[in-house]
C-alpha cells in the first residue's frame, strides 16, 4: 500500500506563492508518473501538472506560466511550486501516483491539502 503525505498549503492573498510538497512511502512512486489535482466547492476533481519519472511536464493550462512541478526521486517527493496565485486557485489539492502494471492501471492519493487564495 502507497502513503501519499502532503505538505504546504495555507491562506495566501492574491499574487502569492505557495509551494506544496508530496512525500511517498514507497520508491515505486518515484519510477512512476506523480501529479497534483484540485478540488474547487461543488466542482469535479481537476488535474492541475503530472510528472514523469524521468521529469518530462505536463500541466493545464489555467496555470501553464504559474505553477510549475518537480520531483526528486531519491526522495520519493514531488513539489508544486505556484506563483501568481489567483481566487480561482482556491481549492484542496491532492498529490497523485499512478503505477502502471501491466494492464492494470493503480491510483494513489493523498488526504489533501486546503489552498486558499485571498485578500
Known amino acids: 500500500q502507497v502513503q501519499l503525505v502532503e505538505s504546504g498549503g495555507g491562506l495566501v492573498q492574491p499574487g502569492g506563492s505557495l509551494r506544496l510538497s508530496c512525500a511517498a512511502s514507497?520508491?515505486?512512486?518515484?519510477?512512476?508518473?506523480m501529479g497534483w489535482y484540485r478540488q474547487a466547492p461543488g466542482k469535479q476533481r481537476e488535474l492541475v501538472a503530472t510528472?514523469?519519472?524521468?521529469?518530462?511536464?505536463s500541466s493545464a493550462d489555467s496555470v501553464k506560466g504559474r505553477f510549475t512541478i518537480s520531483r526528486d526521486n531519491a526522495k520519493n517527493t514531488v513539489y508544486l511550486q505556484m506563483n501568481s496565485l489567483k481566487p480561482e486557485d482556491t481549492a484542496v489539492y491532492y498529490c497523485n501516483c499512478r503505477i502502471l502494471a501491466g494492464a492494470v492501471t493503480y491510483n494513489y492519493w493523498g488526504q489533501g491539502t486546503q489552498v486558499t487564495v485571498s485578500s
Open positions: 514507497s520508491i515505486i512512486c518515484s519510477k512512476n508518473v
Open positions: 510528472i514523469t519519472s524521468g521529469g518530462s511536464a
